[in-house]
């Protein structure tokens, strides 16, 4: 399969059909693509719909942003189904209670498939924003394989991985955002490692760019990336492909699905297989 991940700038849109028309134009530069990854929240550039006076005021910029949930949903559904391929929407707030959860999509030719709200909330999304986890993971079987999603913070958690991957999931969908370099790293580092000791690929998509009319998410730092276990059969360095710095675009890489089952069953290391030998307990006592 062929796989695209978006290193992907916000834009300050004068009306829906300003976003219609970008979400259009990076489809189609993804021509060919069997799975589209964009990042988390990519949406709140839906905040500039409301004028500069949403745009300057975090709580309203959510609202906003959740407002328009119904129509960027249906311009997925049409996209995925015109070109033919998966897309993970940019995640964005979506208020079902009194809170918002940070909610990414998934679409299909077919319609859409399901979502994945974030499970852990960083500093910042604890306070000021006041997002809320919606805890549980879920497993999406498509035909490109078993998929799931682990949002930004939550691909540092090994547990929420090793939940992922005893499920049978080949594809983790990392989208992030993230306003210093230390923040990306960490996020990288994080999905290098679910990929390394899950024995799968893991798909990263940042929010690239300075955006100095949106207050919560006004520097984004990263780079797209889709990585694999070094184990003998993916790149030694565990990165399938990758892009610049902070330059916005897609990332593409042509993956053989069949080779993730194959390094689980006979990689160089066998740290998926192994795993279990870890959680036998091993302090031994204090001295």
Request: glycine share 10%; proline share 6%; net charge negative.
């Amino acid at each position: 399969m062929k796989i695209a991940t978006a290193a992907y700038a916000l834009d300050w849109l004068e009306d829906f059909a300003a976003y219609e028309a970008k979400l259009t134009t990076w489809v189609q530069k993804a021509e060919g693509a069997d799975l589209l990854v964009f990042p988390e929240y990519g949406a709140m550039e839906l905040a500039s719909l409301g004028g500069t006076a949403i745009t300057d005021d975090p709580e309203a910029s959510l609202h906003e942003v959740s407002r328009h949930a119904g129509a960027a949903a249906d311009l997925h559904i049409r996209l995925a189904r015109e070109h033919g391929c998966h897309i993970l929407a940019a995640s964005g707030p979506v208020f079902e209670g009194d809170r918002p959860v940070n909610r990414a999509v998934l679409f299909g030719p077919g319609g859409r498939i399901g979502h994945q709200d974030k499970q852990i909330m960083t500093r910042y999304e604890r306070d000021p924003m006041d997002v809320v986890g919606a805890p549980g993971l879920k497993i999406f079987d498509t035909e490109l394989g078993r998929i799931g999603i682990l949002i930004c913070y939550d691909s540092e958690f090994p547990l929420l991985g090793r939940v992922l991957a005893k499920a049978g999931v080949e594809l983790i969908l990392v989208p992030s955002c993230t306003d210093t370099v230390a923040g990306f790293h960490r996020v990288r580092i994080g999905a290098m490692a679910r990929a390394l000791e899950s024995q799968c690929v893991v798909v990263h998509s940042p929010t690239v760019g300075q955006n100095d009319w949106l207050q919560v998410a006004d520097e984004n730092r990263g780079r797209a990336a889709i990585y694999g276990p070094p184990d003998g059969l993916w790149p030694e360095t565990g990165i399938i492909a990758e892009g610049g710095m902070d330059k916005p675009g897609w990332v593409f890489a042509e993956i053989d699905r069949s080779r993730i089952a194959e390094s689980r069953r006979d990689g160089a290391v066998l740290p998926f297989a192994h795993w279990p030998e870890s959680e036998v307990p091993g302090l031994i006592g204090l001295s």
